[in-house]
Structures are given as C-alpha cells and as structure tokens.
C-alpha cells in the first residue's frame, strides 16, 4: 500500500474514533480497556500521543523507564489519560487531523496499526461494534508481521498458518487459523480473547 494512502487510512480512522469518544459517557470513559491497567481514557490518550511525540520527552521517559519501552509506553499512557480531560483528548484528535508526524523510528503504518488495534481495545469492552477496513488492516498486518518488536508474532505465532477469508492475505506455516482479517489483525498483536471466533 502506497504511503499517502495508508495516511488516508489514519486520517479516517483517528476521525471515526474521535466521533466515536465524543459520544461516550463519563462511566465509559473510565470503563477498563482490553489493554492491561488501561481505562478508554489511557488508550484514546495513547493513540493521538503519536503525531506529538518530541524526542526529548522520549528520551527522558525512556531514562525513566529504565530503557524498557513497554513500560514507558504504558507510563506514558497512564500520565496522559489523567492530565486531559476526555474533551481534551476528543480535541486532540481535531486539532492533529491530517498530520504526518510520527515517532522517530516508527513508518507510517504504525500509526496506523496502533489506531486500528487500539480503536478495538476501546470499543470491544463498551460492547460497540467498530469495523475495520480491510485493506487497511492488511497493511497494518503486513508491518506486525515484518518486524518483530514488539509483538514479537512470528515468535508466538510459530507453527501456525493464519489465512484471511475476506482478503487475500496469509502469513506463517503449519495448523491455519482461518478468519477475517480484521481478527487475524487482533490476534498479530496479542489479543488472544479473538481466537475462539477463528476457525
């Protein structure tokens, strides 16, 4: 997928999660995400954390951290769903709409992976159904597939032969796991609770 087209990809899904917020009610917003130690508030925080993200605070974050990346990122997370409010955050998503800025080190798609995954992380536990183009979670699959920090796939996928049925798309050897991409997609990333609905 070409990289402009993967950025109009995020463009409609950070949009289509930004309407989604902005119609939650405080409980929600608190509700506890598929994300360990999350609430709705962390994830939304986290997924529109990406075009601001400066290198200095990264680094200091990081040092914090003690160099693990997943403990900065769940940190990070956590401190910025209790410094802005949900309309702060709903106005995040507005006021970086269209842009191109990412992490250093990160490509295009990863934004793109982290507002497709991370939108189900919100959705699933309010029991809101929100659909996944395609296409765009191929590509978001193809970039989780290739790299192996940090869902480390291949590694706990191995084995395993996962086969798309609604694009064409199929990664790894040995049983096949056959289901939508949209749930292959979950799955990549570790969130084991979709594997009863693949086949």
Known sequence: MRTEEIWRYVDA????????????????????STCPGWTVQDVAAHVISSPQAKVLPVITGMARARGDFNRFVFDEARRA???????????QYHQYAGSRRHPLGTVPADPLLDVLIH???????LGITRSMPPEA????????WAKSFPFKA??????????ATDIEWSAGEGE???????????????RTYVTAQLK
């Open 13 to 32: 899904e950070r949009a289509s999660l930004a309407e989604l917020l902005a119609s939650l009610t405080p409980a929600q917003w608190k509700t506890a």
């Open 81 to 91: 769903g209790a410094l802005y409010s949900p309309a702060e955050i709903v106005a």
């Open 119 to 125: 939108g189900q992380d919100i959705a699933v536990p």
């Open 137 to 144: 979670a191929r590509a978001a699959a193809e970039r989780i």
């Open 154 to 163: 291949r590694k706990r996928l191995a084995g395993v032969r996962l086969v």
């Open 176 to 190: 096949e796991l056959r289901g939508p991409i949209a749930l292959l997609l979950q799955l990549l990333t570790g």
